[in-house]
């Protein structure tokens, strides 16, 4: 399994981005996907999952009415849309993967057994 985040970058507060991440090796219909972030000096938190037979979507507080997470498993993507950004979004973000008959937890990092390899978001005031 390998997973390709991509579309980060630097915006100004207020701004919008879209991050993808590819994935190759599995049957992504079968995958639940998340977004998980690492802020700079802090450890990594959950941002935003979705199910993979039923799409249902989960999302941290912080983010929620801001950040929309959707996937397309006809081209193996997750998306993270994040709009009205704000500086304490800077962080590395990653995507990562768990098969959907594994541990029913979206929202902790343990249950997820693939990772990408993170694309940098910073959010400038």
């Known amino acids: 399994v390998q997973l390709q985040a991509c579309g980060g970058g630097l915006v100004q507060a207020g701004g919008s981005l879209r991050l993808s991440c590819a994935a190759s090796?599995?049957?992504?219909?079968?995958?639940?996907m998340g977004w998980f972030r690492q802020p700079p000096g802090k450890e990594r938190e959950f941002v935003a999952a979705?199910?993979?037979?039923?799409?249902?979507?989960y999302y941290a507080d912080s983010v929620k009415g801001r950040f929309t997470i959707s996937r397309d498993n006809a081209k193996n993507t997750v998306y993270l849309q994040m709009s009205s950004l704000i500086p304490e979004d800077t962080a590395v973000y990653y995507c990562?993967?768990?098969?959907?008959?594994?541990?029913?937890?979206?929202?902790?990092?343990?249950?997820?057994?693939?990772w990408g390899q993170g694309t940098q978001v910073t959010v400038s005031s």
């Open positions: 090796g599995l049957t992504f219909s079968m995958y639940d």
């Open positions: 990562a993967s768990k098969h959907y008959s594994g541990p029913h937890y979206y929202t902790e990092m343990h249950p997820y057994t693939h």
């Open positions: 979705t199910r993979g037979n039923d799409g249902r979507t």
